[in-house]
């Protein structure tokens, strides 16, 4: 009974610990987690949800502030995602993608269109070279669009955005799709 106490009391710790290391590490931007590695810690109980959601033990992290700390330490190994500092690496959760693509604008036509996405953590990308879409078929037969953040990081399209980018498709040598950074990336054929 008392281990266990402890062990529900060292959590918060482990967390703050976590924080203060992911601080530090990162102070100016998103941290260089591809040049850290340090020994697997074990698992955080940290689930990202598919809604962009971050929940710490059974209870969303409210502060925004600190999810977007968290995730300039996250990574996506070939095991799984892990949030790491140079110190330490733990596994987490991840439902479906680990960002969230809340906003969309898009300037120009065709092939010298640009479009800009904004994450749930406020980072912003500009489609095209290194930040490429792609569309997943999903479960109900429509099609999910992601949206390279980076390294192997990708955030789902949220619905509202998704609306957006459909009103931009044209056609292209008999291909539906959308054209973002001088390039074409193709929508999935619609399932009968």
Known sequence: MAEDHAAAAAAPDRMQALADAAREACSRGV??????SPER???LDLVI????????????IR???LVKLFSTVLRRDPDGYVLVTPAEKLDI???DAPF?????ASEGEGERRRIRFRTNVDE???VGEGHALRFETAADGGFKPYVHIRS???ALVARSAVYDLVELAEERDGVLGVWGGGRFFALPEASA
């Not at 941290?31 to 850290?36: D, I, L």
């Not at 809604?51 to 033990?57: A, C, K, L, T, V």
């Not at 969230?100 to 969309?104: H, I, K, Q, R, Y």
């Open 31 to 36: 941290a260089p987690v591809h040049k850290w």
């Open 41 to 43: 810690c074990g698992a």
């Open 49 to 60: 949800r598919a809604d962009g959601s971050w929940i710490y033990e059974g209870s969303p």
């Open 63 to 65: 502060r925004p502030a």
């Open 93 to 95: 959760t991840v439902e």
């Open 100 to 104: 969230l693509a809340v906003e969309m």
């Open 124 to 126: 912003v990308v500009d």
């Open 152 to 154: 192997d990081l990708w």
